[in-house]
């Protein structure tokens, strides 16, 4: 194919974020449950001599073009197992935040790897995908996925779940973005410096909650509140306090639950409906705590090619 193919792939929230120790490999096990929003990045392949990024959007300039960027390694990825060079220019239309715990990156790569799948004809598996997507990032494989999922393992791992209904969110963008990795250090450095210790001995197996795999398949938005939970929330706060006030501001407006979206520094806000979330986002606006504010809301189906 020699037509430009675009994948428009969605970001996610975690409603749940349980962080086990640190594992001997350097990362932690999860029970991650992820839903994905109506944020999207669009990632659009045209055949080149040689494999090029190029990107627009408000973010743009904090997104790296060599072959450090996620969607580039996505591509040579699939291009070596097929033993293919991976000619092909990329552009990123960037919506998501970037580094802003929304897996803005990870969306970039899923939606590479789609395009490229059908611009070079490759037709990988379904499970040719997602092992692509687990070898290059915890999150990816939900980038390809959507819905809403439990991730275990590192997260990779993923079960579908049931949901009944549409949630409605705010998202507060903040200036400048977090380093996962070192979100998880942080969390270690806490859990070690409150004497319990970070390794897997020391941390319990983390576990979804029952009561919000309830609340997500009975669309009861009140009751998912309620169960949202996010083990990284104290290490984004620590390393950025100001989020403190982000989410003080949802909260005081009405937020039904005010928490940090995965290593942050995104807050997310769930709303009662449209209505509300409206009310906070206006509120969040004129609070002047956060660079932007996004309604949105969720699940949303996964990578998908799209005509161009
Ligand atoms: O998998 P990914 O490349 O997105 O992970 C980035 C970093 O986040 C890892 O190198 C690790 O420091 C941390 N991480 C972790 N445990 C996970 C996922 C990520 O410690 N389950």
Partial sequence: MTRPVTARVPAKVNVQLAVGGLRPDGFHDLANVFLAVGLHDEVTATPADTL?????????????????NLAARAAAALAERHGIEPGVHLHIAKDIPVAGGMAGGSADAAGALLACDALWDTKASRD??????????????????????????RGELLTPLETGGTF???????????????????????????????????????????ALLDALRSGDATALAAAVSNDLQPAALSLRPALAAT??????????????????????????????????????AASGTCRTVRITSGPVPGARLVDA
């Fill in 52 to 68: 090029r990024i190029t990107v627009e959007g408000a973010d743009a300039d904090q997104v790296p073009l060599d072959h450090t």
């Fill in 128 to 153: 040719e995908l997602l092992q692509i997507c687990a070898d290059l990032g915890s999150d990816i494989p939900f980038s390809l996925v959507g819905g809403a999922a439990l991730g275990r393992g």
């Fill in 168 to 210: 409605h969110w705010v998202f507060a963008v903040a200036d400048g973005g977090l380093s996962t990795p070192a979100v998880y250090r942080e969390c270690d450095r806490l859990r070690e410096a409150s004497g319990g210790g970070a390794g897997a001995a020391d941390v319990p197996d983390p576990e979804p909650s029952q």
């Fill in 247 to 284: 989410l003080r501001a949802g909260a005081d407006a009405g937020a039904l639950a005010s928490l940090v979206s995965g290593s942050g520094p995104t807050c997310a806000f769930l709303a009662k409906d449209p209505e509300a979330a409206q009310a906070v986002a206006a509120a969040l």
